[in-house]
Structures are given as structure tokens and as C-alpha cells.
């Protein structure tokens, strides 16, 4: 599957935005779906995942309460929604893939779909 990200941006601190991450190819809802951050000078950590299973999801620590992903399966799309942005998380934000993925899904290298990273500006 080839994955699209989108919808970052400039945004003020304590705003929201909204990404979108567009999946072409077949079997999207075989795929586990999650979210990774890269900020300048640090490593790729993990956001956010959706299970292709049941739908559970699961975040980073840090992001719980603030961060949210869904996936509509008939549009073969994962979205992440953000609130009360922090200037910390500026960073260029990739959606990733995993066929069948039931566990560890805060490891990237579990994920073998990337797509090239939408890139989140947020001042303070």
C-alpha cells in the first residue's frame, strides 16, 4: 500500500489540526495504521495507532487526551486529529503501515508503508 499524508501547517499555540493519511492499493483494513513525528535533530517516535482487528487504538503517553486517530476504511484514509497544540510538536508527522500488525505497535520498525511526512509547524 502507498500511503499520502496530509493537512499540516502553521499553527498557533493551543490550536488544532487535522491530518489525513490516503492509502492506495488494496486490503487497507488488513493494514494496522499509525503515526510517527520527526523533529529536526531527533529521532522518529511514535504518536498514534489504529488496529486493523478491532479498531483499538493507542498513543503516546505524552499525547493522550489531545491527540486522536480514526480510519474510515471505505475511504482507505487514517486521520489524526490534534488540540491544544504545544510548540514541541513541531515536527514532520508520517503515517505508516502494517498488514496485520496485533501488537508492538509503538516500534517503527514494526511498519513497512511510509508515506513521505506532512510537515507541522506550531509557534509559540
Known amino acids: 500500500v502507498q500511503l499520502q499524508a496530509s493537512g499540516g501547517g502553521l499553527v498557533q499555540a493551543g490550536g488544532s489540526l487535522r491530518l489525513s493519511c490516503a492509502a492506495s492499493?488494496?486490503?487497507?483494513?488488513?493494514?494496522?495504521m499509525g503515526w510517527f513525528r520527526q523533529a529536526p535533530g531527533k529521532e522518529r517516535e511514535f504518536v498514534a495507532a489504529i488496529s486493523w482487528k478491532d479498531g483499538g487504538t493507542y498513543y503516546a503517553e505524552s499525547l493522550k487526551g489531545r491527540f486522536t486517530i480514526s480510519r474510515d476504511n471505505a475511504k482507505n484514509t487514517v486521520y489524526l486529529q490534534m488540540n491544544s497544540l504545544k510548540p514541541e510538536g513541531t515536527a514532520r508527522y508520517y503515517c505508516a503501515g502494517s498488514r496485520y500488525l496485533s501488537g508492538n505497535y509503538y516500534y517503527k520498525n514494526n511498519y513497512n508503508n511510509w508515506g513521505q511526512g506532512t510537515l507541522v509547524t506550531v509557534s509559540s
Open positions: 492499493g488494496r486490503a487497507f483494513n488488513t493494514y494496522t
